[in-house]
């Protein structure tokens, strides 16, 4: 059974910068899509960045100044690496695991997120 672990969120004040994880187990995900998409109270899951099997990557066009996505396909993780973190940026951070090596909008198994807190 596939199951993806996120970890690494927290509380950070603005301005500061922090480095996400997702983790698979049950699976070897280098053939697999990888996506992040975070989700504040009240709001849907929005798209931050994907990561394509060949390594190609898709980004937020507002967030890909900031952020950035990577994968350790040798340690079956992707990380999503967040900096110049404003209060806007908080919410749940999901990853996604993609059926297949192309980038599925909403479609794959998803982890239980990690907690990201901005304070200003």
């Known amino acids: 059974q596939v199951q993806l672990v996120e970890s690494g969120g927290g509380l950070v004040r603005a301005g500061g910068s922090l480095k996400i994880s997702c983790a698979a187990s049950?699976?070897?995900?280098?053939?697999?899509?990888i996506s992040w998409y975070r989700q504040a109270p009240g709001t849907r899951r929005d798209l931050v960045a994907c990561?394509?099997?060949?390594?190609?990557?898709v980004y937020d066009q507002i967030l890909k100044t900031r952020f950035t996505i990577s994968r350790d396909n040798a340690k079956n993780t992707v990380y999503l690496e967040l900096n110049s973190l404003k209060p806007e940026d908080t919410g749940v951070y999901y990853c996604?695991?993609?059926?297949?090596?192309?980038?599925?909008?909403?479609?794959?198994?998803w982890g239980q997120g990690t907690q990201v807190t901005v304070s200003s």
């Open positions: 996604l695991r993609s059926p297949d090596s192309e980038c599925r909008y909403l479609q794959g198994t």
């Open positions: 049950g699976t070897v995900f280098g053939s697999n899509a």
């Open positions: 990561i394509m099997s060949s390594g190609r990557t």
